[in-house]
Each structure stands twice: as structure tokens, then as C-alpha cells.
């Protein structure tokens, strides 16, 4: 180990490791330098410091200028202040320059409330912002997605959502452009949003610290669906919320609220509360099976047996492959996601159930997610026009409809989901988090392949925020390759050593937000502190481990939704209902 | 080959070629041909002479004799008169401006009697497209004399003790440079050439590349062999596409010679440049962002540390030096550091190249010893302000150097003194004001050019630039206010203070200079709404002197405001409320009678 | 162009082809050479002159001499229709020969080019 490093900041002395960054000291010496363009989620190996916004400048003695000191390191001996006259000068200054060229709609911006730029003002006390009359502000033409609304009159060129976009998801749809005054995040040619190559992941919307990105809002649809008595209006909620939804509400990180968010559900008027756990658990049957398939005719020597196989359940993921990988669309498996499947399934299975036409029934899933926005939306999904999933809300819109309703969140009871399609397994439940939907597919392709009871579900291999996870499972002889990656620049890696022969993987989960669907882009924010998808995780795993039942095949509801409508697995049916196919999409 | 006796030299640099020089080249070898006197003459394109302002230049050798203004139609006469006859064609020689005594020989011209040319010792002299001229001029023999007799510790050594510092901007010492990159520990190395010059008016690099190109390998070579990399790029401005084309021969017969490519002389070194295009963005002159650029991403900077000594070029170590500071290196191998040393100042050692340009009656490109005074170069080289008028100020540094004043014109040139003074060396952009130019606007002018060329990554330099001017542009409308002074001098200094890049940390230099030294014309803007220097409209009055006024009626008919009245015969007034300031009735005035005050 | 293989080999080519660059160079500072003009007084004597000029150049060549040769006529200064040479040495003036032929000039450079 390197010999520590003595620093003096603010006049307290503290010893950091080489490379420790000024901030980073600060922080060791109880000292919260304020930044803006700073992001570092290092559990989750994302990283944003590009130096660019000043506001975490310091004075280093014997310095010329002042420091970023977010991205400089500590030397030996450094003695740094963080608010001297000076200091406190150019960083009031800096800022004030930023809200120079920001609009000052504060009251009307989405972001209101949780924009850091706006935190940032109110510590720093900016009471008037210099600037001659009519100094430019910059405007840019707003974008509207199917999911994310870039409004870039609101950008601060942290550069966030392009490190995001570019670095961590190698998407590459969002980049700096022009120069100046006038420079700004935008597309290629500064083309819309949906014609670009975005996957939708919304990342970069999670990490955006002002209103310049923001999701696409729902929640009047749902509020006029809800009050219209010719609709019957069900809700499925995915296993991440339950995991997330509290922070909105002033719960700690981690705080399961699943019994309290079926109550605010029901309270809300929809006519039944479902969850997309149930959805899970069907997937995992179909595509266990396809996995078990695909495997037993690669042995059997089936030419025509493509491996591996990969999960199709992140919607990011799918556009992401249909984007860059088109000679490879045979390569994921063919099921639907749990949404769609749950949405497939309640349009015919559920709607027969209750004898109403599938124009009546309104389907909406709350998502960690803002791809799902985007997902429901695809033709493929749609009979006559009418969509399987009507609509698709974030963990953030929820939250905001509770609150419309003037619900105490806190204080409501817990109660369950409806029947049939309410009950799940702790399989379902660890989709929320990378690696969990390969391990509940493990799960249940085990005891169907060996045809043994596992002693232990728990897949501890298959676990943890590295961004790629291999593990070998032994399958009573059979020795299962599996991979695992969250973030699509990692996923990208896989691929591209796929597609190089590199790799000899049986299976590979893919989950595009960093962490898996507990970070995902619709949760609430987590302000650069992974700390919070940490606690998100542990929650899940928890949840796994109270449920009684957790292997998907156990659930009694699936197995009744196969012995009343679907027939098994992979039947025609359920290949109609359940399955999907992809699509080549077009490069710029 | 035939021993050739006398040499004309035409010069082939950008200034002269839009003047037709290539055609006149060509002209002067058909009619050598049709002379029948090719065995007595030879025509050679060489580089920039300098002398721009009086383009297309042609030398003859060996009697030296400097032809000015020379066109197509003088072709022949020079042939006939001069070569032939031993008449020198007196009309096309230079003229003292003041002793109107016509000059034949440049040596005994002021533009040329100060200079020293180390960097431009082959401009104007060499073929730059024929590397055996450079060779013959002791080309490559540096880079044998480093590969047969240093190591790489030992060449490292010589440029430190020679004390040579980048040309490019910042005077960072050369030797500690490249021993850094050479400290660094890799697989793979790279020496780049910073030919991005972005300065408006500044040409120095460009003319050192049309004129000499092979220096530039030669140096690079050196550099290469002494931090460990075989593989140089120049990162160029696409829009040199002379200085790009001479590279490119330069660098396809130094491959031809093996003096690029494999075991060079036969050493176990080896070394290779490849071209790289610049779209000319200022910011690009700034190493990190010069290499991103390189990489194919945006050309903006990123914070140092990590240098690009440590980490550069696709992640690995890499030295970038400017192209005049390369032009140096070959010399100073041939002749040694101590003879280096010898010239200039204290801490800046060797010459300095300078595009002089402005108000200034020698407009060009001249090399002089550091420690020169400004007022040497302005006043002996530069020949004076033009028109006889007053010297103002001289802006050195290009657009982020700062403005200097009458009280400056003593100080030796060197990087150390200029900062000092406020301003800096900048890559040698020598602009010179007269009493004409308001400063207020200067400041302006280069702030615009700021604004646009700002990479828009940190804020001080997106934003704070923007407002910079804003507040600037509100003073020469007259709009200022005392108050707006003292926000743009403190939002100035924490510019310097928090921007990222060199770009942006200099980038108020031209206000903080000229608000220092030009106070007063800021605080008649502000205070008096006048400009000193009849500059800005907004602040301009134009009234009729009526002792003067005939009433001739010529300004009230020229007004497109209607804003003259006037009988017949009578005293004519401006009305200030209609006046448009356009300038027309000032013009028309055949009796001086309209003033602006 | 053939490859350089080692640095003797360029160093040999410098040699060969410093004599072009020579001239270029001395003609930088003149005063350090040996500089000779064949002037002539009439444009009638033109021919005669260029064929002194020739001859000079072709002596010095093959007598490896460095010298400034330039050719100049002196308009208007002397009423004789001649061909003379000056010759100046390194830190001596010019000095003028009036010759009748062309040995006569190489005779004078060779007496000269020793001294």
C-alpha cells in the first residue's frame, strides 16, 4: 500500500490515500465542498468530472489559480481553503453566471424541488443574478420522445448525460455540439430524439441535475382513465418499485413498501392491483423453457441451436441490440418482457375472466424504468391499434399521483394484490436487480433439467454491482456458462466477444441501467449517492428471502394461467401471446 | 549537373502566391529557356521572406538584389536588364520610406537589419519541395550527429542547457518537456507538432512549414529518439493546404532517403509522422484539446494533470511542441547549446518569430532576439506607424495576449517581461494601434473572437466570455455605468481564476490590459458617453461648425435621416434627436464645416 | 533517390551537393568572399563580356574556388568602350583590372586567387 498523503483543508489535517482528489479529502476532513457537474456513482463504476462547471473551485496554496477540486489530487503537504474571500467570490460569480444563461421558470419546471442547481443557489444565497439588460440566453428547439423531453434551454453543460450516454451505455446518441455561447448536449444533426439512436434507457434523465431532461408524464392520462366509469383501469407494478417508491415519501433508502403502495394503488380507483412479479415468473417459464431447448438441441448437435441465449426482458437492452447488433437478432431469447406479457395476458386471459371488450380495459404498469414508456408504445404490442399496455408511469410519477390524491403515504396499512395475476415468487421479485433474472431462471431450469429439489436458491455467484459477472453452474454434469452484464457498455463488450467467437456462454442476462432495474431511469433520483441502489438491492434480496414460495414453476397462479388458457410453455398459444420478434433498426 | 552561377529566388509563400508569384516562378523559368541561359540561372521557389507587406518578393542571387511588388510583367525586364545585362531593374528595388534612397540589398534594409533568423534560416532561401536542399544546408545531419553521437538522456540535456522554451504560447521549457514524456514508462509513444495556429493575423508556423518543412521532421526525429517514440503526427489546420501539400512531399522524400521509416542510418531507430487535419478551432492550439481532437473526439480541453507527457495521445505518453519551437531544435543540436544560450535574455533564451500587423508601415513576419525592445520592432522593422499618425498600443499574444502602451516600448521582449506587463508572448501576434482605435472596441473585438472560439465546456469561459462582452458592447452604446467597470474587472479576474484551459484563463487579458492602461477611455465612454478615439457611433455627435457652414445644402440633401435643416445660404444645424450617425453629411462637407465630437 | 543507410552516406550527399547551396550562401555575406564583377561601359560590349563570365565561371569550377561572380555594367561612367574585372578579397577594397581578353582575366583571378 502508498504512503498516505497529508493534506490541510480548512485548517484540519487529514491523511488520504494517493490520487484521493480534494473533494474527495474534503469529505474525509468533514468538509462538503458544493459541486454541480460532479458525478460519481463509484460502487456502480460511473464517473462524471469533467472540470467544467467551477463551482467546486478551491484555493490551493501556492497555486496560480484556483482548483477544481473534484478532479485534482492531493499532493503532499497541499493546504487548501475552500471558502475564502476569494473563493467564496469566484464561486458566487461562476454560479451566477450559470442562472445567467437558465431560465427562471423554477415554479413551472418539472425539476422543482429536486433540481441541484436550484439546491445550489439557495446555499450559496444568490440574490441577483449581474447581467446586462437583455443578455442572450440560450433557447434550443424542445424535443419530445416517447419517453424523455429534452428541453435544453435548462442544459448547464455538466455533461452528465453525455458521459452516461457515451462512456458508460456506448450508445453515443447524445454528445456536446457547437461551440461557445452556443454550446450544448444534443443529438447528431441535432435530429429529434426518437430518430436518433437513443435506446430510451433514460439515463441520462437520472443524472440530469436541472429540468433540461426530463420523462415524458402520464399521469393525466391515468387521472382521465381513472375517472371514466366505462373503463376498467388495472394496475402491475414492477419489483423495483416496491424497493424505491418510500424515498419519495421520506422513507430510508431500502424501505420495502409493497403492502403500502397496494393500498395507495387501490385508493387511487384502479379496479385491480396486479403485479408485474407475476408477469416475471411467466417469463421465466417461457424462457427457461427456450433455454432448456435451445441447450438440449445444441448438444443433440442442432446446427441450427444458436448460443447463446440472452434475456429480452429490458427494454433499453432491446433497442440497444436492434441498433448494433442485427445479425444477431436470433440470439435473444424470443419472450416478451413482463410487462407486455403481463399486459398480453390481461387484454385476453384477464379480460375473458371478466367478460369485458379489450377496448374497455385500460393497463398500466408502473416502472422503474423509462424505456417502458417507449416498449408499450411498439406496433408489435398492439392488436387493432390498441395498445396491451396503455400506459407506462415511473416510481417518480407514481409518487406524484399519490400525492395529487392527498394520500398520507406514510401512514397507510399494507395490504396484498388482487388475484389472479397478484401472486408471485421471490424469483420475480429479484428481476429488479442485475443478475436476478438469470438467477431465478437457474432457478427453475435446474429442477425442470436435473429434475432435483436445489438444496439452496440462493445464487450468491450470480450477485454484485461488477459490471460483468461470469459463473459456471453445475447442472447435475451439465456445467452452464452464464454471463452477466448491467450497462450497456458492458453488454456491448459481451457482444462484441460473441460475435468474435470469444466467449462460450450458455446464457446471458442483460440489464441496461447501472444495478439493474433498481437503478433505473424512473426511480426516484438518486443524486450521484449509490449508496441509495445499494440499499435498493439489499431490499430486494430481502423481499426474495420472506417470500414462502421462490421459484417461478411453483407459483399456483401460473400454473393455473397454463392448465385454463395457455396449455405449456412455449405452446402455440403462448408463443402468440408471450413471444415476440425484433426488428433491424435503420443507422443514420 | 551544370555549376550554376546565378539564383531567383521568387517566393512561394501563401502572401506572395495570391499575388501571382507561382505564375511569375513559371514565368521567369519559360523565359530562362527562351533565353537560352539556364546554365547561368536557375529559379527557385523558396518560402517567405517576411516582407509581406511588399509581395511578390524576388531575390537574385549571389549580388542579393531585393525586388518589391515584383509582377508578371517585370519578368522579362529583370531577365534582360539584370542577368544579362548587369543592370538591377531600380524602379522594383525597395525605398526607404523616409530617406526615399532605393535599397538593393535587403541586408541594408531596416525591415531585415534586426532580425535574426534561426527559425526561419531556410525561408527564403531553399527550395522547400527538393529536400536535397535542405540537405545541403546541413539537413538531417542533427538527427545523425544525435543518433551517432547522444543518447537520448544526452540529446534531452542539450535542449535543456540551450534553454529553448515552446513558441507556442506558454514558454514552458522545451528539454523538461520532452524529458518528462521520455520519463514515462510505455509501449508506445508519440511526438506531435502543434500546427493549429489559431491566432488571427499570426502565420509563423505556417510560413515555417512552407518554407521549410523538413526541419520539422528532422526535429521531430530528434524528439522522437529522445523521449522513445517512433511515431510523430502533425495536427494541422486543414485550411493550409500549401503548408499541408509541402509536408507531404517533405515527408514522401524523407521516406524516399530513409530518413523516415525503418532503422534510420541504419540505427535501430526508427520513426514515421503521419498527417492529421485540424478544422481550425482556436481551442485546438490548447494540447489536450489538440489531442482529443486527434482521437476524433471534441477538440476541448480536459484538466492537467494528467499531462499529456504522462498520458496523451490514445492514453499514452506523448510530447506536443509547436512548429517554431521544433524549427529550433536542428540548430541547436548543429551549433550547440552555449551558442543558443548566447542570444537572447536572462530566461529566454534563442529568437522570436512575430506576424507584425496593424497600424505599422512593414507589415510581415520577422525573427528577432528575445530582449529586443517593442519599440525596435515597431519602430526600426515595423518602420513606424502608418500615416504618420500616433502610436497607441501594440497587442501582443494574440487574442488573450494583453494591450501595451508608450511606457512598454522599452522593455526587452521576453516571455517573462511581457507577463509581467500584463500581456504575454503568445505564439508572436504583434498587432500595433494608433490614436484611431478605440480600445474599448478592441477589447470588444478580441472578446467576440473569445466567445466564438471558446470550446463552451467550463463556464467562466462559455458564459462569463458572453457577458464579458455584453457588458463591453453596452459601453461603446454608451450604456455603461461606473458600476459595470468594477463588475467587469472583478468577473475578469475570476475568469482567470476558475477557467479551465489556457484559452480561458487568459481570455480577459485584452479587457484587464486595456482597463489598466486605458482608463480613461473607458471612463469617457461611461462618464461623458464620449468615445476618445471617434470610434464607436453610438457616441459620436456630428454638429455643423457654423462659422464654416456656407449653407450650401450638400448634407442636408445627403441626411437619408431628414435630420439637417437649413435655408439656402443660410447656417445649416443637425438635429441630434433624427441623426443616425451614418456619416454621409461629413462626407459631403466640401467646406470642413461638419465635426464630430 | 536511394536510401541513406548510414550517416556517412548523407553526410556524403551534403557534400555533393553543397556546391549549388555555396553560392546561396556566400552571397549571404558577401564580404567574406572573393567577389569579382565583370563590368562593362558599353551595351555593345555584352557578348564579349558574357563570354569573360563564362569563362570565369567555368575557371572557378574547375579550380573548386569559392567566388561571388556577378556581372555589372557601369553605365555612363567611362567614356571607353571596355571590359574590365574588379576584384575584391576579404577585407580589402575593390580593385580594377582593365583586360582585352578573357586569359588575361584568369591570369589576374589566378594571381589574385593565390595572393
Redesign the interface.
Known sequence: MDKKIKVIIDNKSVEVAPGTTIYQAAKQAGVDIPVLCYMNLHDLGVENKPGGCRICVVEVEGRKNLAPSCSTECTEGMVVRTHSVRVLNARKNVLELILSDHPKDCLLCQKSGRCELQDLAVRMGIREIHAVENALVSTYRKDESPSIIRNMDKCVMCRRCETICNEVQTVGALSAVNRGFNAVVATAFEQDLKDSRCTFCGQCVAVCPTGALTEVDHTPKIINALADPSKTVIVQTAPAVRAALGEEFGFAPGTLVTGKMVTALRRLGFDKVFDTDFAADLTIMEEGTELLKRITGYLNGDKTVKLPILTSCCPAWVNFFEWNYPDMLDVPSSAKSPQQMFGALAKTYFAKMMGIDRKNLVVVSVMPCLAKKYECQRDEFKVDGNPDVDYSISTRELAHLIKLANIDFASLPDSGFDDPMGESTGASVIFGVTGGVIEAAVRTAYEIYTGRKLESVDFHELRGFEGIRTATIDFNGLKLNIGIAHKLGNARKLLDGIRAGMYNFHAIEIMACPGGCIGGAGQPLHHGDSSIIQARMDAIYREDAGKKIRKSHENPYIKRVYGDFLGYPMSEKAHELLHTHYFKKEKL | ?K???S?ILVCGGTGCRASESALIADDFRNMVRQLAIED?T?VISVGCFGFCEKGPIVKI????TFYTNVSRADVEEILKEHI????PVHRLLYENPETHEKISDSKHMDFYRKQKRIALRNCG??DPEN???Y???????AL??V??KYTPAETIDIIKRSGLRGRGGGGFPTGLKWEFASKSVSNEKYVVCNADEGDPGAFMDRSILEGDPNSIIEAMAICGYSIGASRGLVYIRAEYPLAVHRLEVAIS?AR????LGDAI??TDFSFDIEIRYGAG?F?CGEETALIHSMEGH?G?P??K?PFPAVKGYMGKPTNVNNVETFANVPVIILNGPEWFSSIGTERSKGTKVFALAGKINNVGLIEVPMGTTLREVIYEIGGGIKNGKKFKAVQTGGPSGGCLTEEHLDIPIDFDNLLAAGSMMGSGGMIVMDEDDCMVSVAKFYLEF???????????C??????LY??L??ITKGKGTEE?LE?IE??SK?I?????CGLG?TSPNPVLSTLEHFRDEYLAHVRDKTCPAGKCRALMHYVIDPEKCVGCTACARACPAEAITGERKQKHEIDQNKCIKCGACYEKCKFSAINIA | MRKLKSFEELLTLQKSLAGDMRIREMSNSPDDHIQVRVTFTSEEKIAEAAGIYREISEFAETGNMDIILTRYFRDGENNEKTVSIEVKHPGNEWKCYNIESADEALRILEKGGAA
Not at chain 2, 544579362?84 to 543592370?87: H, P
Not at chain 2, 524516399?256 to 530518413?259: F, H, P, S
Not at chain 2, 462559455?462 to 457577458?467: A, E, P, V
Open positions: 549537373m555549376h550554376v552561377k539564383f547561368q536557375a542571387i549571389p549580388d542579393n544579362i545585362m548587369g543592370r532561401f531553399i529536400i536535397n536542399d540537405i545541403a544546408r546541413r539537413g538531417y545531419e545523425g550527429t543518433l551517432s522524400q524516399e532517403y530513409g530518413l542510418f541504419g478551432a481551442v471534441r476541448e480536459t484538466v494533470p473569445i466567445v466564438e472560439e471558446s470550446c463552451g465546456k467550463c463556464v467562466p462559455r458564459i462569463g466570455n458572453r457577458r455584453e457588458m458592447d453596452k459595470d463588475y472583478n468577473l475570476v482567470k481564476d476558475t477557467a479551465l484563463q
